[in-house]
DNA sequence: TATTCCCCGCCAGGGT
């Protein structure tokens, strides 16, 4: 970071300079979207500040700041301020804020490509529309790693009229990233599926004696927990210098471990993504990562925690849980130094963002309807924002629009003498609290008896305990004594875990770049070529693959159909990720069971999808074309999904954000059961008396495409529809359906029957490989 | 809803 910030600030001191005398006030505003970072940069923006000579005051705004030195800091402003997007929206609800402005110059947006995509990154636009209108001659920045859709990062950032006038400058020294793979000594001892690693626990500990210290970054919050023990239980004597950082884990033991880490006493911390971002770590030396990086960026991101420092190369050593995923790695390192990095693609149009907006806007002031339209159409997200969407917006925060206007709370907006605004006291508080985009799941807080914290678990998670179970959080062992107002009370315990907590996260998809990469090098293989180390270890299972089955080139799609244990098996290997696999398995099985009425069973991985079934499927039947086709795909997904539901569960996120629903003080959050039952009576009422509602569409729509990934599923099938489709009929499982098949079989039975099932059946295929 | 499944944010005003 102070790489960046020297130059960065003395560019704005100059440009200052040049406007002529110095004005008191506020110059340049600095937003991060990183709480943990923000001190930081105010320590690193103040020192670069006193070396240039420049007498600025640098301070902090975020809810770290207390509300005394936060009411101080409005009257007596500091010449830089430092803060998140969050608390510079509530900024924007003081009326005396906007007369602190007349000195701005300057905003720089830190980390830009962590909000693009986001309505964070909306929201966040929306306050720069806001402070542009205020100080029109308004400097925008915005700092980003690197993305596949810079140009519209760029634009997105600020706003389409100026972005023609807009430069990216990009730094001029490359950064070397070297990326290797722990090889397992014998691919064909090595699993077929799963998902833990375990098998590999000896070669990391090895790899984390030998170097300094090292970052071992897991996919899970609950991997991080195993993982932690599996290396303690190998190495005890690193008790103390090993540490756990996970989202889960309360504030406080997050710093400690980060604190140690920056002053280099720690060997190892096993961490998730919380690590990716925020303080640099200069002393990092090995950067491991376990399981899939599921995208080029995300690999990129990770393997850069190692050598931070300009002139020395980022390092990363990928450990496979299974076997398929040393393609994946072999797919990712291509694709990076291709370049070939993820788009982050910006949202569009997300009313309850705007919602939310416009009542934050009617605190601050009040304002004429054509007045702030302009303004919001001044931001990239609602450019094209239609007179009718504004009308309905404005509609809905003054009366509830159509179906809540019997209720007084929500008539947020008066409309008095052709000006919105708030007047409400205690709208003002409720809102003020509720700004933001963030919606997470209602969690249990957990303690010790003593008092301190040490993280939170999932209220789902913690109902099922009963007092006495032992579970691992933070890496301790722990026992359950009580749960009493929303915390779980716990001790230290003695023995072995009767749960691990499970934390429901995103269910991250394979991105398109890297499917697209490893059907490339699987399609390379399929030719004989094998261009990767990764690729040579796993060449006997391709070889295997090729030999029951086969290897699809680029223009082919592979099905495979085989009878096992009594059941007909249909595969099919699109590459395309989970969550398009999710609605493509759906959608599949509804289109042949049109043809012939069978009930399927259905299993999905990121590389394929399983139908399952009694009788045989009729896939002659059907020609690709037919399978494939996009006609009637809306109507077909609405059927063979439960896409209402979907609509519905979404729901939740937009009635948080648009204020419909409040999850009360920050850290004393209404239960998530509360919260559901709140929005699924909401969306109901909604669809009841105001069917059209542009609330309820937008539910609709963005289910669609975060949990399907729409956009990318209707892509996938017209890909598909043009592929020579492939059909196989192997006797046997083979590698590619042999991780389906086990993830057919996990819905049927406990963890340890099937690591025994699968090590079974994967000696059995052994054996009729040898043969 | 499910279970292998990242991360990120957060009031105000008056009292001592």
């Not at 509830?400 to 605004?421: K, M, N, T, V, W």
């Not at 209220?459 to 579970?471: I, N, Q, V």
């Not at 590698?735 to 406990?750: G, K, N, Q």
Request: charged residues 25%.
């Amino acid at each position: 970071m102070s790489v960046w910030l020297g130059p960065i600030l003395q560019e704005s001191a100059k440009l200052l300079q040049n406007d002529g005398e110095m004005e008191s006030g506020l110059k340049v505003l600095w937003i991060t979207p990183l709480r943990a970072l923000a001190g930081d940069t105010v320590n690193a923006l103040q020192t670069s500040a006193e070396q240039l000579g420049v007498p600025w005051r640098v301070q902090l705004r975020t809810s770290d700041v207390g509300s005394s030195a936060k009411a101080k800091q409005r009257k007596d402003i500091p010449d830089t301020l430092v803060t998140t997007p969050e608390s510079l929206t509530i900024l924007l609800t003081y009326e005396d804020f906007r007369s602190r402005l007349t000195s701005l110059r300057c905003v720089v947006v830190d980390e830009w490509h962590e909000l693009l995509g986001t309505k964070r990154g909306v929201q966040t636009e929306l306050a720069l529309a806001r402070l542009r209108k205020f100080c029109p001659e308004l400097r925008v920045w915005g700092i980003s790693a690197t993305l596949g859709n810079l140009e519209q990062a760029l634009a997105t950032l600020v706003g389409p009229e100026r972005s023609r006038d807009a430069v990216i400058v990009q730094g001029d020294t490359k950064k070397e990233t070297e990326i290797a793979s722990l090889l397992p000594a014998q691919i064909e001892r090595f699993p077929w599926a799963g998902h833990s690693g375990g098998t590999m626990v000896g070669e990391v500990v090895g790899m984390i004696d030998q170097a300094k210290n090292t970052l071992v970054f897991t996919n899970t919050r609950s991997q991080t927990e195993v993982w932690y023990q599996a290396i303690l239980k190998t190495r005890p004597d690193w008790a103390g210098m090993l540490a756990i950082h996970h989202g889960s884990l309360d504030t406080s033991v997050r710093q400690w471990v980060e604190e140690r880490l920056r002053a280099g006493d720690l060997k190892a911390v096993v961490c998730t993504s919380s690590l990716d971002l925020g303080v640099d770590y200069p002393l990092v030396e090995q950067v491991l990562q376990v399981g899939s990086p599921k995208g080029i960026a995300r690999l990129v991101q990770r393997a850069g925690r190692s050598g931070h420092r300009p002139g020395v190369p980022s390092r990363l050593t990928f450990v496979p849980t299974h076997a398929l995923e040393l393609v994946e790695l072999a797919a990712a390192r291509r694709a990076m130094h291709r370049r070939q990095i993820e788009a982050r693609l910006p949202e569009n149009k997300p009313l309850d963002v705007l919602v939310q907006h416009a009542v934050t806007c009617g605190i601050e002031g009040s304002y004429r309807s054509e007045e702030l339209l302009a303004e919001v159409r001044d931001t990239t997200a609602f450019e094209s924002l239609t007179d009718a969407e504004w009308e309905w917006v404005l509609k809905f925060c003054k009366e509830g629009g159509e179906s809540l206007h019997a209720y007084p709370e929500f008539h947020r907006l008066q409309h008095i003498d052709d000006q919105y605004c708030v007047t409400d006291k205690r709208t003002v508080r409720q809102h003020r609290m509720s700004i933001g985009t963030i919606t997470s799941d209602a969690e249990v807080q957990v303690q010790y008896l003593k008092g301190s914290k040490l993280g939170s678990v999932e209220e789902t998670f913690a109902a099922r305990l009963k007092p006495g179970d032992r579970f691992l959080l933070a890496g301790k062992l722990l026992e359950l004594v009580r749960v009493r107002d929303n915390t779980a009370y716990v001790k230290k315990a003695r023995g072995n875990p009767t749960a691990v907590p499970r934390w429901m996260g995103g269910r991250m998809p394979l991105s398109s770049e890297l499917s697209a990469a490893m059907r490339e090098e699987l399609a390379a293989a399929a030719r004989g070529e094998y261009r990767e180390a990764e690729m040579e270890a796993v060449k006997p299972l391709l070889v295997l693959q090729q030999k029951w089955s086969r290897l699809p080139s680029e223009k082919q799609l592979l099905v495979e159909q085989l009878e096992f244990k009594k059941r007909h098996l249909l595969l099919f290997y699109p590459m395309e990720g989970r969550l398009v696999h999710e609605g493509l398995a759906a959608l599949l099985a509804l289109r042949l069971s049109r043809i012939k009425p069978i009930t399927f069973s259905i299993a999905i991985n990121d590389y394929g999808l399983l139908l399952e079934s009694v009788e045989v499927a009729p896939l002659e039947e059907l020609k690709t074309a037919e399978l494939f086709s996009i006609e009637n795909l809306e109507s077909d997904i609405g059927e063979s999904l439960n896409s209402t539901e979907m609509a519905k569960r979404h729901f939740r996120e937009i009635a948080r954000i648009s204020g419909m629903i409040h999850s009360g003080f920050p850290g004393r959050s209404k239960t998530m059961r509360y919260l559901q039952a709140s929005s699924n009576l909401f969306y109901d009422v909604f669809a009841q008396f105001e069917p059209d509602s542009l609330l309820l569409q937008q539910s609709r729509r963005e289910a669609l495409e975060k949990q399907l990934e729409w956009k990318r599923l209707m892509a996938t099938m017209q890909r598909l529809e043009s592929l020579e489709c492939l059909v196989e009929r192997p006797k046997k499982p083979t590698p590619l359906a042999f991780p389906l098949i086990v993830e057919r079989m996990r819905e049927r039975l406990s963890s340890e029957t099937l690591a025994d099932r699968v090590l079974k059946m994967q000696q059995q295929l052994e054996i009729a490989a040898a043969h």
